[in-house]
């Protein structure tokens, strides 16, 4: 006699399976009840990769990337052109467990990119994840570690008074060249 193996529904679960491996039987549930909405996005072509500037004042434009961290003890001394410095501050904060080892579909987040600022919002629910504005970027680097493709943006903090509203005598301590970098701009 032959036994017909019984091929379970794709929906259900067993109780045991939950038991031993409760992460994957969520992570499967939910990306299948969850449906993705479509980018605003365009084709971007080799080997400049260029964006008409009018798209970016007038509208968006909007790209799949995964979010690694937010680090916020970095130094303003930090040379963002420099690979090695790079490099080696993403491996100090991986061994803080400040950025995560592997990445994964949690991670998944939608860069949103206008002439004014750059929203990172999750993929999932677009819960804001950070919005900053295109005059607080100090800097950015673009990096290729093995299959990983980092951007790393350097930002200033605003935090102080609107420079309209300082009285004149802290208007050179401060510097009108831009926001500091930093945690010293704290």
């Given at each position: ?8 529904k794709?929906?259900?679960v ?5 038991l031993v ?23 971007l ?8 500037p009018?798209?970016l ?7 799949e ?10 130094t303003?001394?930090l ?8 490099l080696q501050?993403l ?23 206008s002439?004014?600022?750059l ?18 970027i100090a ?5 290729q570690?093995d299959?990983l ?5 350097k930002?200033?903090?605003a935090?102080?008074?609107?420079r ?13 060249l ?9």
């Amino acid at each position: 006699m032959e036994y017909e193996v019984k091929k379970g529904k794709k929906g259900f679960v067993s109780p045991i399976r939950r038991l031993v491996f409760p992460k994957a039987a969520r992570r499967a549930a939910f990306r299948s009840s969850v449906s993705r909405r479509p980018l605003h996005s365009m084709p971007l072509y080799p080997p400049d990769y260029l964006i008409d500037p009018q798209i970016l004042l007038c509208d968006y434009l909007e790209k799949e990337v995964k979010f690694l961290g937010h680090l916020t003890w970095v130094t303003s001394s930090l040379n963002p052109s420099s690979r090695d410095e790079l490099l080696q501050l993403l491996d100090t904060a991986r061994q803080l467990k400040e950025l995560p080892l592997k990445t994964t579909a949690e991670q998944d987040s939608i860069l949103s990119l206008s002439a004014r600022c750059l929203l990172l919002t999750w993929r999932d629910n677009e819960e804001l994840i950070l919005r900053i504005p295109t005059h607080e970027i100090a800097a950015a680097s673009y990096l290729q570690d093995d299959a990983l493709h980092l951007l790393v943006l350097k930002t200033g903090t605003a935090g102080g008074p609107c420079r309209g509203t300082e009285p004149r005598g802290e208007r050179g301590e401060k510097g009108l060249l831009g926001p500091r970098v930093g945690p010293e701009a704290e």
